[in-house]
């Protein structure tokens, strides 16, 4: 049966692309229709599916999902007490003026807000809402202001401390944790903040060539007179965008740095902007009760994914999927860098029909635990699968950003001239990417001598890795609670 | 037509769960915030204020997925989907509700009936700290897969010509 798991994940795919329901309801019908088969089959006792309500409750009582709505709250309170329009109309304001200055004023605002956004999809719609508008009126083409907002999107899936590279972080965590007990290594496991230090510098990199390539890319476009010239900026509109600005850095800074917790920060950012909103006047209840509708609909569009991966991910490891891919992984012929690129490619390709959450809910449990058994290095591995996935979301013509981006904009933007705007910003993300896959120790800048215990590998036998791997990932360890025995 | 009556009236109660639901945000952020100062400043009651925002969390989310299928805002790749007709996008939606969402809410309910009924009988309090209302973040899974069913239902017996709320 575990092939059958194979087809099932194909069958995900085809069902997110093909019936274009929500995809957290394909994840489910999937796992069901996956779990009754089973059942029917006789492969799986209907017991061990009781691991699931175990598991859902694990999602309701993770202190790391606490940030979920608050991130969220703070992008919302951003829109609405309209900060991201003044950020957007002061940058505008301070940059020489010509077409470049919108497109690179929506980068920055990209990624400001983008680690607040929580996924690709909010990113995508929040961005889109906010830019798109003020790009055409300011005569940027529909071909760059596309790219232009497409690549904003993605910035939160590199730039720390965002929820993808918090959630990316625990995940890795469980990954990290499964291949050093595997393998007897002595490595210190991987953490949250190892992967925002390791983020730290290829998205800098990476956020400084896609402001050039935006400078560049629109310093030739006609000028329109954009629609901000013609606002006044008044002092009050200043001193809102500097103090988001200090506030924004202090706090996604702290965040990213470690001096703050990811929820705490959080929760001290939507608490301020709550304040300043009743204080200013500006968040009455007309404004705050429909905000807060849209704070629970996005919050429940992101955990509604996490249910249905969470879901998927017990029927394909009963299925005994996980162990076939682990076993192929760990089996596959080549060094380090073969394996990586393996992986990379399966995670790439998943990112053409999966936002990164589900990505990191269904597809990185099954395929990082064998790869970080092959390869020590759990950061770099951490900060290619980030980058990776940024390249995916952006690649034409399936790309997931792109795709949101199309359905948003209700206007075709012919394929061609799309190419041609995202190709040097591609260019950009894939030589970041070759940077960090050829040169590991970029993600490893400013890292305390001995901070990773990295000895060589204890001698344990291929068969004895098999063996522990099987232990590891196999079964759900929920279904050894009392109550769930067969 | 008592199916229509009984539809809209579950329709309502949910819209009126989702109305109140929102607001649990408020309390959220506020409980989670304090934690910070009431450890470092006042040294006292943050594991109080972490527990009930904790539960409260839970109630929350337990909410949220119903709150964005009312909302559309679920996450979907409409490429190919947008040259369906309208029947054919309301017969995947209904369909979804019915070999998708119904049977794994059922199957929680009813898998989950022991750990949710022994954790509220018991008064479950956190381990940690043996702060009461633990069994709310149990409860909490009832309260999803609930308003998951109900919501189904209502996606798959709601009149054609209705739109959602």
Known sequence: MAW???????????????????????????????????????????????????????????????????????????????????LFRVSLRLLPRGAAAPVVSGLGLGALLGPMNGSVGASVLSLSRALEPRLRASGVPLPLRTAAIAVAS???????PSLVLILLGDAMLSAHTIAVTTTGRADRVINTQDVFHGALAPAGLFFAAALAVAWLASRNVPLHEPVEAREPITRRDILLAVVAVLALVLLLGGVATGFIFPVEGAASGACALLIAGLL??????????????????????????LIGATSLTLVLHLLGTARLIGDWLVGLPGGELTVVATVLAIIGL?????DAFEIIFVVVPIVLPPLLVRVADARWV??????????SFLLPPFGYALMMLRGTLKQAVPLGPLVRALAPFLIAQWTVLAVVFAMPSIVHLGEPPGDRLRTAP???????????LQEMIAPPPDITSPDLRP | MILSRVIRVLDGLIAGIMSFGRLLALPVVLLLFLQWPLRDLVQAYSREANDLGQWLFALYVAMAVTAATRARTHLATDLIARGYTAPTRELLVRAAALIGVLPWAAFVIIAGKSIVVSSVLARETFPDTTNPGYFVVKLALWVLAGLMVAQGLVDLFRPSHEGET
């Open chain 1, 458 to 468: 204890t001698l344990v036998s291929p068969q004895d890795i098999d063996k522990r």
């Open chain 1, 4 to 86: 059958a798991g194979m087809g099932l994940m194909a069958l995900v795919a085809a069902g997110i692309v093909l019936t274009g329901l929500p995809a957290f309801l394909i994840l489910l019908t999937a796992a069901t229709a996956g779990a009754a088969l089973a059942v029917i089959g006789g492969t799986v006792p209907v017991s061990l599916l009781g691991a699931l309500p175990a598991r859902l409750i694990n999602l309701l009582e993770n202190d790391l999902l606490q940030a979920l709505p608050l991130y969220v709250l703070m992008g919302v309170l951003l829109d609405r007490l309209h900060i991201g329009d003044a």
């Open chain 1, 154 to 160: 993605t910035l939160g899936v590199v730039v720390p």
């Open chain 1, 382 to 391: 951490a900060v290619l699968v980030l980058l990776t996935l940024q390249t």
């Open chain 1, 350 to 354: 998943s990112a053409f029909v999966l």
């Open chain 1, 280 to 305: 200013t006047g500006r968040l009455r209840w007309p404004v705050l009760g429909p905000a807060l509708a849209e704070v629970m609909a996005i919050t429940g569009t992101l955990f509604a994914l």
